[in-house]
């Protein structure tokens, strides 16, 4: 069968490889669609937030379908659509995708314990996007949750900051969005968000103390995983505010201003993941109040996987980029 293959840092191929053998607690699936990461890329480089060593299959954000099951799987049958949880293993040791061989491949080896049948309002590519709406839901979860009375900034509109914009939205909420490109804050725009502020531009404070009533925001979710982004949230957050750190963010350091934790009685969360959220956030798409697949920007056939690694790296002119797997 065919994979993407990451044999070392840097090195990475599309391979003729060996199909996997299940074991009884495991189920054999065909892949569908596999969207690509950021954190795909820090894996490439050789870094990533648990260990893991090559070579590796990447491909946590994921569709497919039951092609055999395990001789103790009783919950599963053939021909079952299903997504999977990437934060696995005992205490969440193991990363699908990073510490296991994941997805990007035409057939994939998983635990039935760590899937999710797929519900038939859902695609294949709807689906495939349920590992990051799930990590964004659970950004607003991590706020305590959100609804009309609260205006919440997402900072960073990447594929996590525009699904965390949606979900937000969709909850009521009034949206800010903090993003320096241009075409980034259209998109978020065109997704929920109410406004865009630029953190770059001279007046981007005076926006937040406009757009708040000058009581700063009331949740912030900090999307991006930059150093400076990760201080800003403390800033623009209000006093008694609530901050969800959502982006992955790997041994960078940067200036903050801490004290403010305390003089605004901050209360700030952060997270990994979204084990416990996966079955409320299919729930929630099922239900049809956004369409996750409107990130998706490029779709690329396996046998061109690195054609759709240098496409998502090309962040000006994607968002999304989902690899097909299935013919």
Known sequence: MKALVYSGPNNAAVLEVEPPAIGHEDVLVRSHVVGICHSDFELLEGRYIVPFAYPITPGHEWSGEVMEI??????????????????????????????????????????????????????YTQAALV?????????????????PSDTIAVIGSGPIGLLAIMAAAANNARVVVIEPKAGRREKALELGAMAALDPTSEGFMDGVEELTGGRGFDGVIEAAGAPAAMALALEVAGRHGRVAYVGINIGSTTPAALGLIQSKSLRIEGMIGSVGVWAKAIRFLAGGTIDPARIVTTSIPLERAMDALTAARDTDTNIKVHILTAP
Do not use: M
């Open 70 to 123: 395990g001789a103790n799987v009783k919950d599963l049958a053939i021909g079952d659509r299903v997504v999977g949880e990437c934060v696995v293993g005992q205490g969440g040791r193991d990363h699908f995708g990073f510490s296991i061989s994941g997805a990007a491949a035409e057939f994939f080896r998983a635990r039935s314990d760590w899937l999710h049948r797929i519900p038939d309002q859902l695609s």
């Open 131 to 147: 590992e990051p709406f799930s990590v964004a839901y659970n950004g607003t979860l991590c706020l305590g949750g959100v609804d």
